[in-house]
C-alpha cells in the first residue's frame, strides 16, 4: 500500500498522536504490484491515443457510444473465458455452484457492487467527453491534478492521511498542471471543466475499487463483470435518449476499414486497461493508481503533441509539464522505498 499504514477511526485521531502516526507508515512495492502498475500505464497510454483518434482525427460525434462498445466488448469477453473456464469471478472461485444462473454470480454480491458500477459509469461518461475538447498535452496536464481528489476522497471515506513526501510529491504535480495550463493557448472552458469532472468521478470510482473490491470476494474479473451487467443497460439507455444511437448511424467513416480498427483496437484496450485499474487498486491503492496515471503521461503527451499537436510550444507550458513529471517521479521513489 502507498504511504498507508492501519486505518482508523476519524473519531480517534484527535486524542492518540501515537496511532495518527500509523497513518502515515507504508510498505514498498511488490515486484507483482510493479508489473501491474507498469501494464497499466502502457494500456493508459494506447487507449487515450486510440479515443482521440476516433474522437478528434475521425470527428465522431458519440463519444458515449465508444464507452458502450467498450462495455460490451469487456462483458463478452468475461462471458466467454468464464464459460470456457479460462478464469473465475471470485476469490478461489468459491461460487462455482453460482456459475450456471444467469447473472454468474449472486445477486447480493452485485448489490454490494453497485456503488462500484454507477461510479465506473460516471467516471467512464465524463472521461471520454473531457478527452474530446482538451489537446493531449493539457489533458495529460490536467488530469493529474485528480491525486488532490483521490487524497481527499480517501480521506473522507477512511480517514486516511499521507506522510509528508507524499503531499510534497502532490505539490509538485498541482503546480505544474496549473503552470502549464496558464499560457494554454487553445483553452476552452467546457473541456477544461469536464477534465476536473472527470478528475473528481476518477478518484471516486478508485476509492470505490479500494473498498468494496476487498469486501466483495471478487476478484478484477469479477468486479468488471459486474460493472458491465449493471453499466451496459443503462448507457445504453442513455446513448438511445441522447439519439447518439442515430448520429452514429448517420456517420459517414463508420464503415470505413481505418476507423472500424481504430474503434475495435479502443475497445480491446479498454478491457486490458479495466483489468489493470482493478489489479494496480487492489494490489498497491488508490492513490499509487492515480499516481501511475501522471507517470504514463510522459509518454502522453510526447506521442498527443506529434500525432494530434494542439499546444503551440510555450516555455511555461514545458516547465509545467516537468515539474509534474518530477512529482510523479518523487512519489514514485517514496513508494519504492516504504514512505
Known amino acids: 500500500m502507498a504511504s498507508k499504514g492501519h486505518v482508523l477511526p476519524v473519531s480517534s485521531l484527535a486524542g492518540d498522536s501515537s496511532r495518527d502516526e500509523s497513518l502515515f507508515k507504508g510498505s514498498g512495492m511488490t515486484k507483482r504490484g510493479a508489473y501491474a502498475a507498469v501494464s497499466y500505464m ?16 475521425y470527428n465522431f460525434p458519440a463519444a458515449n457510444v465508444i464507452t ?5 466488448c469487456s462483458t463478452s469477453i468475461l462471458y466467454a473465458m468464464k464459460r470456457w473456464k479460462i ?3 471470485s476469490v478461489g472461485d468459491t461460487w462455482a455452484s453460482d456459475s450456471l444462473s444467469p447473472l ?33 498535452p493539457m489533458y495529460t496536464a490536467l488530469r493529474r491534478t485528480t491525486v488532490v481528489f483521490t487524497m481527499i476522497v ?8 499521507y506522510s509528508y513526501y507524499v503531499v510534497g510529491s502532490v505539490g509538485l504535480i498541482v503546480s505544474g498542471a ?22 473528481i468521478t476518477t478518484a471516486i470510482y478508485l476509492a470505490t475499487i479500494a473498498r468494496i473490491g476487498k469486501t466483495s470476494g471478487l476478484n478484477s474479473f469479477g468486479l468488471m463483470w459486474c460493472n458491465g451487467l449493471v453499466c451496459g443497460p443503462l448507457i445504453l439507455l442513455w446513448t438511445f435518449i441522447r439519439g447518439d444511437l442515430e448520429s452514429t448511424m448517420q456517420f459517414p467513416y463508420l464503415f470505413t476499414p481505418g476507423f472500424q480498427v481504430i474503434m475495435l483496437l ?18 498497491n491503492s488508490a492513490l499509487t493508481q492515480t499516481m501511475c496515471g501522471n507517470l504514463k503521461d510522459f509518454f502522453t503527451v510526447g506521442i498527443g503533441w506529434v500525432l494530434f499537436g494542439g ?6 507550458n514545458v516547465l509545467g509539464q516537468s515539474l509534474g513529471f518530477v512529482g510523479s517521479g518523487f512519489y514514485a521513489y517514496c513508494k519504492l522505498k516504504g514512505k
Open 104 to 136: 454468474l454470480v449472486p445477486f447480493e454480491t452485485l448489490l454490494h457492487t453497485l456503488p462500484l458500477s454507477i461510479s465506473y459509469m460516471l467516471y467512464m461518461l465524463a472521461t471520454m467527453e473531457s478527452v474530446r475538447g482538451v489537446n493531449v
Open 266 to 283: 479502443s475497445c480491446v484496450m479498454a478491457f486490458f486497461l479495466n483489468y489493470s485499474i482493478f489489479l494496480n487498486t487492489t494490489l
Open 154 to 161: 480517501e480521506y473522507l471515506l477512511t480517514g486516511q492521511k
Open 68 to 72: 458502450l462498445l467498450q462495455i460490451t
Open 311 to 316: 499546444l503551440p510550444f510555450d516555455i511555461l
Open 178 to 199: 496549473f503552470i502549464a495550463g496558464a499560457r494554454d493557448l487553445s483553452f476552452d472552458y467546457y473541456g477544461y471543466a469536464m477534465v476536473f469532472i472527470s478528475n
Open 87 to 89: 478464469i473465475s469471478f
Open 42 to 57: 502502457t494500456c493508459a497510454v494506447l487507449l487515450v491515443m486510440f479515443n482521440k483518434a476516433a474522437l478528434s482525427s
